[in-house]
């Protein structure tokens, strides 16, 4: 909130907040049936006492504008609008939650909106820092862009076809042989995977996953009512014994797996496993997403080549994206898949959004066409690979005697099993409020009790420092009350 009260008016703090709620209720910023902030969080949001806040509420109850129960929280009443309006607007919170569409996960929609509250340590976050987004490179080439052309109109539906071109051949370098005709323009590979959610699987159906995965933080396919089902994984990746069994189980229609570097685990999917998977794959009639965001993202050497680059009879719906190598603000990203598949997911794309941004694409091309991005890469790895570095040298300080994990081999994400009982949610939020945001394991497994998604990528190095040396104190103060 961006409203403080006026500690210096003479108009009582509870008056001016009292005014504030009654200003966001006609003006319908907050609905019928809109659950209010609590009283405690009110009152550190406005920096005073709760009783100031509860005289508040109370008015605005005994009026009429809000009902409240020590189990629902308040809310805004029907009631409320025979004093603020002719007659009452709609009761929206019933239209949001009729909607089909899943909401977030409370922990995932609580760090979408703490990841922009100003002063926040983001010990979690999945992206590249300002300071490793190429911001001046990209300035310069739009301040070039005078003698190359571009449109600001529609592309056509699988996207721009030079930046296309551009993928095909960059992909001819993983091993990947394709056409610009086998490719699609996304934004974004979570654009990629609702397409596909609702563009070639029955509702109903079920995928296979790896447990933990990104999968389970997003709600794109458990909105079309299509189940996942956890795979174990070990050091090599996903297990491959039990796909056949799973898949005649849950009747499974694709395998999704992330097996470089893996999200949120960091695992680097083995060669040998690699050929397994498509061996037993193929056999079962399986066919898989390959989710390939991190793999430029590699510190000694290059990765085992992509599912894709192994794959004869097109089992593999590959996946790719820009957001984790240069820019999430791009939001560009692609699938390739046979030319029946592409079509049917760039119709659907059509519908949705009409295309991606032309502008965005016309930068990725030049990005790929000059040579820029290859060498932006050798900056970024190198850069990833030091903050890694520093980041496991810190854990190994502070908290080397109550945990473990494995240092990945590129990426941007480190495993943390704490060998401590610690409740997870109040860690979370006491983190939080000491001004630093977790990723809790609960958000890529349900199951997970004492996890932690470490990201290097994001969080400056003093901040990573003072970041993770506080959560190790409030780490050791939890685990001496259990």
Known sequence: MEWQPDFSSEIPLYVQIKQYIMDKISLGEWAVGTKIP????????????????????????????????????????????????????????????????YPNQPAIQHINRAEFQEGIIRLGTGELSPELLPAAKMQKLFAESAARPFTLGYEEPKGNLNLRGQIATYLQGIGIHTSPANILIVSG???????????????????????????????????????????????????????????????????????????????????????????????????????????????????????????????????????????????????????????????IKMQNDYGSSSLSQWAAAEWFGRGLYAENL??????????????????????????????????????????????????????????????PGSIYNRHAGNELRISYAYAALPELEWGLQQVAVLIRKLAEKE
């Open 189 to 347: 590979a979570l654009q990629a995977l609702q397409l596909i959610s609702i563009g070639l699987l029955p509702r109903g159906s079920s995928i296979l996953v790896e447990k933990p995965s990104y999968l389970y933080s997003v709600h794109v396919f458990q909105s079309n009512n299509i189940k996942l089902a956890g795979l174990p994984m070990d050091a090599e990746g996903v297990q491959t014994g039990g796909i056949a069994r799973y898949k005649e189980s849950y009747q499974a229609s694709l395998l999704y797996t992330i097996p470089t570097f893996h999200n949120p685990t960091g695992i680097l999917m083995t060669e040998g496993r690699r050929q397994e998977l498509m061996r037993v794959c193929m056999g079962a009639g399986l066919p898989i997403i390959e989710d390939d965001a991190y793999r430029e993202l590699w510190f000694d050497e290059p990765p085992p080549q992509p599912l894709k680059a192994r794959d004869p009879h097109a089992l593999v719906l590959y996946l790719g994206t820009l957001s984790k190598s240069l820019s999430p603000g791009l939001r560009i990203g692609w699938v390739v898949a046979p030319e029946p598949v592409i079509d049917r997911l760039a119709d």
């Open 38 to 101: 609590s009283q405690r969080a009110l009152a550190e949001l406005f920096g005073v006492n709760r009783s100031t806040v509860v005289t508040a509420v109370s008015e605005l109850m005994a009026e009429g504008l809000l009902e409240g129960n020590s189990r629902g929280g308040t809310r805004v009443i029907n009631a409320s609008w025979n004093v603020l309006a002719a007659s009452p607007p709609p009761d929206w919170s019933f239209y949001v939650e009729a909607g089909t569409h």
């Open 378 to 439: 050798v900056w970024i790895r190198r850069e990833l690979k030091h903050k890694r570095d520093v980041t496991v040298q810190l854990l190994t300080a502070y908290w080397g005697d109550f945990a473990m994990w494995t240092v990945p081999d590129g990426g941007f994400y480190i495993w943390v099993r704490l060998n401590v009982k610690v409740p997870m949610q109040m860690l979370f939020e006491r983190a939080w409020k000491a001004g630093i945001l977790l990723n």
